[in-house]
């Protein structure tokens, strides 16, 4: 059975932090609607949800993947490099426990965001950055001794998610001027738009995506995958993209 974390948006979502870019206003009504269109999609895919419990006082509480990164059968909880972000974690970690997995927390001085996380396999790249520092990178590396943790440089974007993601077979793709380091990846594809370098892998063959990136949906398919497109427009309004929005849990 898959299973993902999902948590609804805040009341205050508007107010949430924006680091990269301008910030522009948020429909809150239309975000919601956009969030339950995104947790539509996952259903249809044959995921289940599991709700963390709303922070309203957290205007970034509904971008959850920040909150932890599970590997096997641990969920490392997330200090977060931005102190307004903390209280989002205690009722994810007391979620994600429920769901049988061993919580470990990121402690001070280490920082670390789940956004900075991509998995390929037993090989972990983190993005080290403006959220995640050295020490949060060597306790997750502590945490997750089985796996191949690579740091990589975030200089361009809020998180190494924001760039980059990766296709079921392992190619890592980004749009390229936002990138850092491409050469840290064994294989990198670049997409045409800033967008189309998120894709959550709903399974082998299908590709949760932002409708803002018809053209790398194109190459998607192109490549024999099939794209499963949401708005989340609003949410891209404060460098959110569609990894953030769950936590996906397999098994």
């Known amino acids: 059975m898959q299973r993902a974390l999902i948590r609804r948006p ?147 974007v809020l998180h190494l998610k924001s760039a980059v993601t990766a296709l079921p077979d392992g190619t890592v793709i980004g749009y390229e001027p936002l990138v850092d380091d491409p050469g840290a990846f064994e294989r990198f594809r670049a997409v045409p738009e800033e967008a189309g370098a998120h894709v959550v892998l709903l399974d082998d063959e299908r590709l949760l995506m932002a409708a803002s990136a018809p053209r790398s949906a194109e190459l998607f398919v192109s490549l024999g995958y099939t794209p499963v497109v949401v708005d989340i427009s609003e949410f891209e309004k404060l460098e959110g993209c569609v990894t953030c929005l769950s936590v996906r849990l397999r098994g």
């Open 10 to 156: 805040s009341p205050r979502l508007a107010e949430g932090l924006v680091t990269h870019i301008e910030r522009q206003p948020v429909d809150v009504e239309l975000a919601v609607r956009q969030w339950h269109g995104y947790v539509d999609a996952l259903h249809a895919a044959g995921w289940t949800t599991v709700e963390v419990p709303p922070v309203d006082e957290c205007p970034d509480g509904v971008f959850v993947e920040d909150t932890m990164v599970v590997y096997g059968d641990v969920a490392v909880i997330a200090r977060a490099g931005a102190d307004e972000r903390r209280a989002e974690a205690p009722a994810a970690a007391e979620t994600v426990a429920a769901q049988g997995y061993r919580v470990v927390p990121i402690t001070a001085p280490g920082t670390l965001d789940g956004g900075d996380v991509l998995k390929l396999g037993s090989t972990i790249y983190v993005g080290q950055g403006g959220r995640t520092n050295a020490a949060g990178i060597e306790q997750l590396r502590a945490a997750l001794s089985t796996a191949d943790v690579r740091p990589v440089p975030v200089r361009k």
